[in-house]
């Protein structure tokens, strides 16, 4: 197995992701997105492959994940076909299913990357939607250039989630 796309036993840290990218852009861009997430509260799950955004909510037991990001190193998929910088949600088929309140929040949440031209379904190979997962990914280079945009919905949806 590449070493670059995936090892079990690596477990990233903000500098170790952050010193991955070699375009000064695009690691201000997760930068950004990870002081955003920070100073909204978020709780961080620093995997093999990258990292997830997570907050904690009243309605729903577990932290609730709205987005992942992953080095350029990681050349595949990320977790659920996730890639690059994605954002959505991945509790939406959990049983039992989250309250209506909840479930709400996250399909706007979702819902509002649909219409973007710069953004890209999260499916499988075969073009399907992967199963519970409701997510749009952006490349690093759309991600420098919306990147305001990006940050501003990453933190109202964690305000959101932090206040229902």
Known sequence: MDERIYNRNRKWTRKTFLDNFTIAEERHAAQRLLDVARDSGAAFHWGPSGVSIRMRCSLWGNPVSVAWLYPPSTTDNG??????????????????????????????????????????????????PVKGVDAWSVDYPDAVQHLDLLSKRLANILTKLKSL
Do not use: N, Y
Not at 84 to 100: C, H, R
Not at 103 to 117: N, P
């Open 79 to 128: 977790w659920m076909k996730t890639r690059d910088f994605s954002f959505g949600v991945a509790i939406l088929d959990e049983e039992p299913p989250p309250p209506p309140a909840l479930s709400t929040v996250l399909k706007q949440w979702a819902d509002q990357f649909g219409a973007d031209s710069f953004t890209i379904r999260v499916v499988k190979a075969s073009g399907l």
